[in-house]
T-cell receptor, first 114, second 112 residues
Framework: GAVVSQHPSRVICKSGTSVKIECRSL??????MFWYRQFPKQSLMLMAT?????????EQGVEKDKFLINHASLTLSTLTVTSAHPEDSSFYIC??????????FGQGTRLTVV | QQPVQSPQAVILREGEDAVINCSSS?????VHWYRQKHGEAPVFLMI?????EQKGHEKISASFNEKKQQSSLYLTASQLSYSGTYFC?????????????FGTGTRLKVLA
């Protein structure tokens, strides 16, 4: 089956630093990828829609200058958390869609800002 | 706005059945169902594309009522491996494209 690789799976960083999370579709081209954030025991909240070759579309309340998304190719989207703060600590998950049938998720990234 | 799932949580004994509902305030074009284990990414279960469509996957099936903007997931003869949090995901058209939004989630625990 299709695989989406997300890296890193776990990262601890200091307040004020930036962290980049990569999401790659390994065996299919994904023109659209989605980034979600999940707090403990809560649902996945859509942060932004990443479209290859164009600017990401952010959900209301998500700071685009803080969560930079780049979709440089049909197989790679990156999320950069800039000037991270402890409240940014969360589980971040990307998904890529192959056609209209299935969504494939990355393994998720557990970000802890200390 | 997130689709609302009910119940929020359910505890079953092995072999018992459960129904999880997903209700949206917006028109639905498709509904996806996922199961998430603690600390892991969600795993795709199935997609329903048409109003009134029903699908089955082993002992897990689902229905989609497009007019009512609702979908239900049916778990039959539950197994321990069914434990996890179930999410419905819905496709919502927006500005010439679409986005996927997840429901509020239902925590399911199956006891031996």
């Amino acid at each position: 089956g299709a695989v989406v690789s997300q890296h890193p799976s776990r990262v601890i960083c200091k307040s004020g630093t930036s962290v980049k999370i990569e999401c790659r579709s390994l065996d299919f081209q994904a023109t659209t990828m989605f980034w979600y954030r999940q707090f403990p025991k809560q649902s996945l909240m859509l942060m932004a829609t990443s479209n290859e070759g164009s600017k990401a579309t952010y959900e209301q309340g998500v700071e685009k200058d803080k969560f930079l998304i780049n979709h440089a190719s049909l197989t790679l989207s990156t999320l950069t958390v800039t000037s991270a703060h402890p409240e940014d600590s969360s589980f971040y998950i990307c998904s890529a869609h192959r056609g209209w049938t299935e969504a494939f998720f990355g393994q998720g990234t557990r970000l802890t800002v200390v | 706005q997130q689709p609302v799932q009910s119940p929020q949580a359910v505890i079953l004994r092995e072999g018992e059945d459960a129904v999880i509902n997903c209700s949206s305030s917006k028109a639905l074009y498709s509904v996806h169902w996922y199961r998430q284990k603690h600390g892991e990414a969600p795993v795709f279960l199935m997609i329903l594309l048409k109003g009134g469509e029903q699908k089955g996957h082993e002992k897990i099936s689902a229905s989609f009522n497009e007019k009512k903007q609702q979908s239900s997931l049916y778990l039959t003869a539950s197994q321990l491996s069914y434990s996890g949090t179930y999410f419905c995901g819905t496709e919502t058209p927006t500005s010439g494209t679409y986005k996927y939004i997840f429901g509020t989630g239902t925590r399911l625990k199956v006891l031996a």
